[in-house]
């Protein structure tokens, strides 16, 4: 595959030398020129308002709306989308260097590293924001930001960057993208086109919640709530639009991946050998198939709300409404989260025990559980304000649900049990991981029961235990698989010394945060408060010198980790002896996965059996 | 790959992109956002020195209020000129005041003082007239000595010289500029005093007379 | 064989560990400061769990440092599969479902249902005949405090911020609601607040347009000055001005609330 693309470069374009336009340049430049045409028609033609500034938030959504489209046909939809759609042949020609991530990639492999770059880059970003939080909060009273606002709007930030670009997305368009088709055997996704577009979409909703605050604060936080976010400054368009650009691309990378496990995998990959991170992709991907649509229909009300406006959630509406259905997302978006990083542990540890995975049947229906029960646990992130009758029940299928939760404990656990432990950094990471959702779910528990949640909710108290659900097994779960592909990915190895100093290193301040957090919500440290009472002082300004260690921890696997990508080890294919399918191709991107296609014999986490897991299918059975 | 689509088999274009256009295109744009996401302030505010409010204003100078602050954020002014302030809120939702002073009035409060108003007010004693009154939720005159054109507001008692306007209210008020030169802020107090918080304020430059 | 004796030793001894540094937690307070029996039923209700939790804790986290160091591969040894493979072991299976159900249906029964049974029966009507009765007003971004019972509108301290006094061993019935009293005309200037106060031990939103109730008994005199978690705090935030929603509470002896109720109708009065 790849010596086409160097032929057509040798080809007589060259010689006449007329180069295209960089795609990403040719993106902003169209997604400008949208933008200026539509927001001049829209404020200054159709809805001008004397006095008004050139840009009014009606006027914004109708123009960001033709920018991200300008931006999609810029950097290839156009030539791989729109003009293929009316019968012009494919013209878009993907050099076989650096240059195919820049540009739209019908790659599998090329988009799944793209979607981990982006996704890298908005965890960054967010992280950046909460450091700013942590430094302002060193201290009682206003110093970092000029205004509360201010603060606030970076709270909102960092949540959604978090949630709608990382820890929604790195497990799913990430290594979704990059590994599942290559763990079932296929060599493409079932619609490249589509996770080629989903992917272009993530920078625009990145780059638009950041930039948000340009065209004013706003102070809702991540769920961007009516009633409050109707008086809200015109910022809070800025991220309706933004999370809709994410939570499309989310959706359009559900669908493809869904429609990928179900029908583009090997032959003889039988639904019980389907490996356990196809089954945690595949649980993620129908819970944002289910709930992705649901809560964008909200933010279109919401935004309606803000520009039109259509009072939906206060006088012909209720104030509570938008919560519910916000909530009623939010819930299951915590397990679109976590429930591929529980697929990772059941897909890592059986590798570095080398030994067969314990009670598979129980793991993929806890995945499969936690996925059907998601929906009904929503309202105890309301407990303060519904009615009584509605506790109890809302409080027992919340604390039902850690039953299936809890079997990814059981078939993590009863795995290493007895096996013959490789202490890699991954290793490392997973059981940190553990650990970490041990702690998120025993403060869960605590969260359940309706008398101790009216104390802690809204406190720091719930800001450290969902980040122990987050970061503690979601972030670290990502950084276990980032090291155990980093040889798939780069032909290259870490040193184990280095990547435990870098586990470790994050581990130790990940808690010290976290942990006070807890502590310091108990203590009655609420949220969203740049100002707070000088009780609080010393120990919040402990927890900021922790939280910048756990930064700079961040930051150093970052760089660690491009330098092991760049100058690493040289290493074999399938260091680990794992037996899943993506161990036994060595193909880079832009290269094919499995020529012939392979046929597979057993399942892949049967460690006492030393056959063969595949074999490559003979033409005439390829037909 | 299995399904790339058919492509042309000789390109028309030269796929291998300039790296430099392209790397110099994206630093500008990332240096341009952060200096917007960061500086926003301070490059309007510069904008406005130059060509804006900055200068010398005599007539009419338009104030809108918006959640939460003022347009412009800065305003000059010579003694002894007639001038008008055109004061409009356009916010959609909050009820915003303005007052002009100098100093400030805190009161001592859990999480810190608070400032409550400006301790001098700019309107004492001035002769200042009030015309085009719409939508206006309450007048402190203060010790102003106004004359109202027109349909009269609701007026109060308590803190320094301020009208406040409902959402959508405007309202002129018409003076010749006092002696009172050097810097002057303006503000709004109200909802407890947060807006000012939140960043609605301004400064007013008050040249001494021309000799 | 040896090893699941060596494991249950360790186990029941770190079991007990946990339970000690739970014990010593629930002594020092996981509260920190509680001043109403809701607040105290709460720490009951985090206590109940941490003690009943410890083992399930200790099992966890010792099976992680247990299997890192007794399943450790060595370098030296060259055989890379372990010789153990086994699929399934249903009693082990079994007993970690049961054990799990009977835990959350343990949680459900106590201490959920029993601590909000105890939590509604404290809102009956007819078991508040005597309640003090203290309306709340939330507006953008400022507390109001009024006392229908004794006729204060707004409770002021007296720099003019707002204040909220109680008596001792009363039963409070706190009415909540969240709108602007002076600007009626604006419709949206409704938001959601939070009602906390920290060392009472419960919260309730505000919403605008509902009528919202909230119970505590007072059990201590003590105030902000005393321990700064005696505070009104609003926790759902509420705009810009969030943070500065606070406001002192002074839990007070009766004699010293019938005297601030005095002074406040004087005040009032001018
Ligand atoms: C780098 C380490 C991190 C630090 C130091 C940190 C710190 C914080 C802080 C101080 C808050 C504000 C709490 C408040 O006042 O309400 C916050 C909120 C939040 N964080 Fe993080 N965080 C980190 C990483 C993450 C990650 C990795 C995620 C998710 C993937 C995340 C998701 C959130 C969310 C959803 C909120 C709520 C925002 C809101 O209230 O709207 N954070 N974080
Ligand atoms: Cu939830
Ligand atoms: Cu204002
Ligand atoms: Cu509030």
């Not at chain 1, 924001?129 to 970092?144: D, Y």
């Not at chain 1, 798939?488 to 100093?501: A, D, L």
Request: glycine content about 8%; some cysteine; overall charge neutral.
């Amino acid at each position: 595959m790849s010596s086409i693309f160097a032929d057509i470069s040798q080809s007589e374009a060259l010689r006449r030398g007329r180069r295209m336009l960089p795609p990403v340049v040719r993106g902003l430049f169209w997604a400008a020129i949208g933008f200026f045409i539509v927001n001049t028609l829209v404020s200054e033609v159709l809805d001008r308002t004397p006095l008004a500034p050139y840009v009014t938030k009606v006027s914004v959504t109708f123009g960001w709306t033709a920018a991200t489209c300008g931006w999609l046909l810029g950097v290839g939809a156009w030539e791989l989308v729109v003009k293929p759609y009316f019968g012009s042949p494919v013209e878009w020609d993907v050099p076989n260097d650096w240059r195919r991530y820049f540009m739209m990639s019908l790659d599998h492999k090329v988009v799944g590293i793209q979607y981990m770059v982006t996704s890298v880059a908005g965890f960054f970003i967010a992280g950046l924001a909460a450091m700013l939080m942590r430094f302002e909060l060193m201290q009682g009273n206003l110093w970092t930001f000029p205004t509360p606002n201010a603060y606030l709007s970076t709270v909102g930030i960092h949540g959604t960057i978090m949630m709608f670009s990382f820890g929604t997305v790195m497990l799913v368009g990430g290594f979704g993208n990059y590994l599942i088709p290559l763990m079932i055997g296929s060599n493409s996704s079932a619609f490249p086109r589509v996770s080629a577009i989903s992917q272009w979409l993530l920078p625009v909703g990145i780059v638009t919640v950041a930039l948000s605050p340009i065209l004013g604060t706003w102070t809702t936080g991540w769920r961007g709530y009516a009633p409050l976010a109707e008086q809200d400054p015109n910022g809070i368009v800025f991220y309706y639009l933004g999370v809709f650009a994410m939570t499309t691309s989310s959706l359009l990378v559900s669908i493809n991946l869904t429609a990928t496990i179900l029908f583009q995998r090997a032959k003889g990959l039988t639904w019980n050998r389907i490996p356990m991170y196809a089954w945690g992709i595949l649980a993620a991907s129908l819970l944002n198939i289910i709930w992705l649509p649901e809560i964008q229909m909200t933010f279109i009300l919401a935004l309606l709300n803000n520009i039109v406006p259509l009072p939906m959630f206060s006088q012909i509406g209720t104030p509570l409404t938008y919560m519910e259905v916000f909530w009623l997302f939010g819930h299951p978006e915590v397990y679109i989260v976590v429930v591929p990083a529980f697929a990772l542990w059941q897909e890592i540890l059986p590798v570095m025990g080398q030994k067969t995975l314990f009670a598979r049947s129980w793991g993929v229906l806890g995945l499969v559980f936690v996925m059907m029960f998601s929906g009904l646990v929503w309202a105890h992130h309301m407990f303060t304000n519904m009615r009584n009758d509605q506790m109890l029940p809302f409080s027992f299928f919340t604390e039902m649900i850690s039953i299936p939760t809890g079997f990814a404990f059981l078939v993590s656990l009863g795995t290493v049990w007895k096996s013959r432990l490789r202490l890699t950094t991954p290793t490392l990471l997973v059981f940190m991981s553990m650990f970490n959702f041990l702690i998120g779910g025993v403060t869960g528990v605590m969260l359940a029961d309706p008398v101790i949640n009216l104390q802690t909710h809204d406190t720091f108290f719930v800001v450290g235990h969902f980040h122990y659900t987050i970061i503690g097994a979601m972030v670290f779960s990502f950084m276990a698989a980032a090291y155990y592909w980093l040889p798939r990915f780069s032909g290259r190895m870490y040193n184990e010394f280095w990547g435990k100093v870098g586990a470790i290193w994050v581990f130790i301040a990940f808690n010290a945060v976290f942990g006070q957090f807890l502590l310091i919500g108990l203590r009655g440290m609420n949220r969203w408060v740049p100002v707070y009472p000088k009780y609080l002082q010393n120990m919040n300004f402990e927890i900021s010198l922790f939280a910048f260690l756990l930064g700079l921890g961040f930051l150093f696997n970052l760089v660690y980790y491009i330098w092991v990508w760049r100058y690493g080890k040289r290493v074999d294919a399938n260091p680990w002896s794992a037996k899943t399918l993506e161990w036994q191709s060595t193909s880079a991107p832009g290269e094919t996965n499995f020529d012939p296609p392979v046929q597979v014999l057993m399942g892949f986490y049967d460690y006492s059996d030393e056959r063969p897991v595949c074999k490559p299918t003979s033409p005439a059975e390829v037909s | 790959m299995s399904d790339t689509p058919a492509s042309r088999p000789t390109p028309r274009r030269n796929p291998e992109w300039s790296k430099t256009l392209f790397a110099v295109v994206f630093i500008l744009v990332v240096i341009a956002a952060i200096v917007a996401l960061f500086w926003q302030r301070q490059i309007g505010d510069a904008w406005s020195r130059m060509f804006g409010t900055e200068r010398v204003q005599t007539g009419t100078t338009h104030i809108e209020q918006y959640d939460y602050g003022f347009h412009p954020r800065h305003i000059t002014w010579r003694v002894g000129d007639k001038v008008t302030i055109s004061l409009h809120n356009a916010s959609a939702t909050h009820w915003h005041e303005m007052m002009i002073g100098r100093g400030f009035d805190d009161t001592p409060y859990v999480v810190g003082p608070v400032h409550t108003q400006f301790d001098q007010d700019f309107w004492d004693g001035v002769h200042v007239t009030m015309s085009h009154a719409f939508k206006v939720d309450n007048f402190v005159p203060n010790k102003a000595i106004v004359t109202f054109v027109g349909q009269k507001p609701f007026t109060t008692e308590g803190g320094n010289f301020s009208p406040t306007l409902e959402p959508g209210g405007s309202l002129d008020l018409t003076f010749t500029v006092p002696n009172k030169p050097g810097t002057w802020q303006y503000g709004c107090f109200v909802q407890q005093f947060m807006h000012y918080v939140a960043g609605m304020h301004g400064t007013i430059t008050i040249l001494p007379a021309k000799t | 064989m040896i090893d699941l004796v060596v494991f249950t030793v360790l186990w029941v001894s770190v079991s007990l560990l946990f339970e000690w540094i739970f014990h010593t937690l629930v002594h020092y307070g996981v509260y920190y400061y509680t001043a109403t029996t809701q607040a105290v039923d709460g720490e009951h209700a985090v206590a109940f769990i941490l003690y009943v939790l410890a083992p399930v804790i200790a099992f966890v986290v010792l099976m992680l440092v247990y299997d890192l160091i007794r399943f450790r591969a060595r370098k030296s040894d060259g055989v890379l599969r372990s010789r153990h493979q086994f699929r399934t072991n249903k009693l082990f299976i079994g007993i970690w479902v049961l054990i799990s159900i009977g835990l959350n249906l343990l949680f459900f029964v106590h201490p959920s249902a029993s601590a909000l049974e105890q939590m509604f029966n404290s809102e009956q009507a007819r078991l508040n005949r005597q309640d003090l009765e203290v309306d709340v007003v939330a507006r953008q971004w400022q507390w109001f405090f009024s006392y229908p019972q004794y006729g204060i509108d707004d409770a002021q301290d007296a720099n003019g911020n707002s204040i909220l006094y109680l008596p001792v061993n009363r039963n409070i019935k706190f009415v909540l609601r969240s709108y602007d009293p002076f600007h009626t005309y604006a419709p949206y200037s409704g938001v959601i607040h939070g009602f906390w106060i920290p060392a009472f031990g419960l919260k309730q939103d505000i919403i605008p347009g509902e009528t919202r109730y909230m119970y505590v008994h007072t059990s201590k005199v003590t105030s902000y000055n005393v321990n700064p978690m005696v505070r009104v705090q609003c926790t759902e935030v509420c705009g810009p001005g969030h943070p500065f929603m606070v406001a002192p509470v002074n839990v007070v002896s009766g004699n010293d609330f019938q005297q601030w109720v005095n002074q406040q109708k004087k005040m009032e009065g001018q």
